[in-house]
């Protein structure tokens, strides 16, 4: 019989997303040991890098979120050490983890995305804010949405209608992260686009939408149970939700990812598709907008755990 390939899922993490990297960490390893494979769940510490040097896993999964997972950092030290690991690659993470490089590269492809600015918090201070809040108020306009320019399930997100409201949403995204994204908000059906590739190619699996009960799907809306509505397929045209299927394939592969991710949007009254960011590293909770499409589309979840972890160790 063939040694059971050994999986390290690193899960946890220092992020402010550290609870849902948990829980998601616990289900990848639950289906993985379910089907065999030898696997180990591990908190990433100081002695992290001995211990993959020492026990040279066969597959690392990062079921990590936030910069610990995200930046890219962690990758790169994965390929130096010539360990095969699930998810996109370091260079292609970096460039999905920055949403405004991300939201540039995906426009140059032809995906429309939301007119915006990034502002960093040194040039906010040193240019006035009064008078940067007012340029931008006057540029882009009313409703806005600011985030912070890198980071995750919408934590440092506000939805803002207001002046006065906009000097304390960059307050609040600023606490998260030194640059922040101010947005146009787009009014729309808000979907999300999963994609996996096992091997195939990268094939997008059934949208899902999304309908906070707050009408914004803020953090605890992502993952408390009832506080939204999903449904998949979403109450959108077929011809919307083919060109949302489209557009998620080219921004997966204009930003050069890999494995798996998830594409949201903003579909208008008009159909259009409106690129907000891509995640390299989606949540897989129970309430994951990527678990509900692969349950759509007749998949058995820990199926494609496996999957996804035997193409990443034919990489090695």
Not at 259 to 269: E, K, P, Q
Request: proline content about 4%.
């Amino acid at each position: 019989m063939a040694k059971a390939l050994s999986v390290l899922v690193l899960a946890g993490g220092i992020s402010h997303e550290r609870d849902i990297s948990l829980r998601s960490g616990r289900l990848v390893a639950d289906g993985l040991q379910a089907h065999g494979l030898a696997v180990d769940l591990a908190d990433p510490d100081a002695g992290l890098l001995e211990r993959m040097e020492s026990t040279r896993p066969d597959v690392v999964w990062p079921v990590l979120h936030g910069a610990s997972g995200e930046d890219g950092t962690l990758r790169s030290l994965l390929q130096m050490m010539n360990l095969p690991y699930v998810g996109s690659t370091a260079e292609a993470t970096r460039l999905a983890w920055d949403k405004p490089s991300a939201k540039t590269l995906v426009e140059r492809a032809g995906v429309k995305t939301p007119e915006s600015i990034g502002l960093s918090r040194d040039a906010f201070r040193e240019l006035g804010a009064e008078s940067v809040l007012d340029l931008v108020a006057d540029t882009i306009g009313f409703p806005l949405v600011t985030k912070p320019a890198r980071g995750g399930s919408a934590q440092g997100v506000s939805w803002v209608n207001g002046k006065e409201e906009l000097r304390r949403a960059m307050v609040h995204a600023f606490t998260y992260s030194d640059d922040v994204l101010v947005e146009r908000q787009i009014l729309g059906t808000e979907i999300c686009v999963g994609i996996i590739d096992t091997g195939d190619g990268p094939q997008t699996l059934p949208a899902v939408e999304i309908e906070p009960k707050t009408g914004h799907y803020t953090f605890e809306a992502r993952y408390t149970a009832g506080e939204t509505r999903f449904y998949s397929p979403p109450r959108r045209d077929e011809k919307s939700l083919a060109h949302a299927a489209a557009q998620a394939l080219v921004s997966h592969e204009t930003i050069g990812l890999r494995d798996l991710s998830r594409i949201d949007f903003i579909v208008d009254d008009d159909g259009e598709c409106w690129f907000l960011e891509a995640s390299v590293m989606p949540g897989l909770t129970e309430t994951s907008t990527v678990a509900l499409a692969l349950d759509q589309a007749g998949y058995e979840v820990t199926d494609i755990y496996r999957a996804l972890v035997e193409r990443a160790a034919t990489r090695g």
